[in-house]
Structure formats: structure tokens, C-alpha cells
């Protein structure tokens, strides 16, 4: 009977060793899937931060082309407005004057 109770202790022993030798393993396990989440989980912010940056550029070119198709039309009606304004006065100016044929006489 001492002998039965040895081996049955000596078995619990055992079990309650290779438990613990599990648990270990199953924190490590647990720690690289937590440090591999981590690691997908900034490469996802990574990602999102790209894709943010490349929306923000895009935004900015887009406005900035905007910006300059505005100004070019400014520019362009700056330039109609000065050109009329040109014409009227250069036409009004030179339309009403009359210039009779002289005669140069030699002195």
C-alpha cells in the first residue's frame, strides 16, 4: 500500500510539474501573439497614417490647383478689362483726331 501511495504521489508530482511547465509555455505563446498583435496594430496605424497623408496631399494638390485655376482666370480677365480699356481709349483718342495733309513749303 506504500507503495501504490509513492507512485500516486509521485504521480501528482508529475502532473502538477508538467502544469506548470504548460502555463509557462501558454504565457509565452501569449506574450508573442500580444507582441504580434502590437506589431499588426501599427502597421494597420501605419497604414491609416499613409493612406490619411496620401488623402491630405491629395486634398492640398487639389486645392492648390484650384487656387491657381482661380488666379489664372483672375489674371486673364485682368488682362480682357486692360486690353478693352486699352482699345476704347487708344480708339477714342486717335478716332477723333484728324490729321489734314500739310504741305511743307521749302524755306
Known amino acids: ?17 508538467e502544469n506548470h511547465r504548460l ?3 501558454v504565457r509565452k505563446l501569449s506574450g ?6 502590437a506589431t499588426q496594430q501599427q502597421k494597420s496605424n501605419d497604414k491609416d497614417d499613409v493612406l490619411s497623408n ?4 491629395r486634398h ?4 492648390n490647383d484650384k487656387q491657381n485655376e482661380n488666379r489664372v482666370a483672375e489674371y486673364n480677365n ?3 478689362k486692360y486690353l478693352k480699356t486699352k482699345s ?3 480708339g477714342g483718342v486717335f478716332g477723333s483726331i484728324s490729321t489734314p ?3 511743307q513749303s521749302g524755306i
Open 1 to 17: 500500500m506504500d507503495s501504490f501511495l509513492d507512485q500516486q504521489q509521485k504521480l501528482q508530482i508529475a502532473t502538477v510539474s
Open 54 to 57: 496620401n488623402v491630405n496631399t
Open 88 to 90: 476704347i481709349i487708344v
Open 78 to 80: 485682368r488682362q480682357k
Open 101 to 103: 495733309f500739310i504741305k
Open 32 to 37: 508573442l501573439l500580444d507582441s504580434s498583435s
Open 60 to 63: 492640398s494638390k487639389d486645392k
Open 23 to 25: 502555463k509557462e509555455h
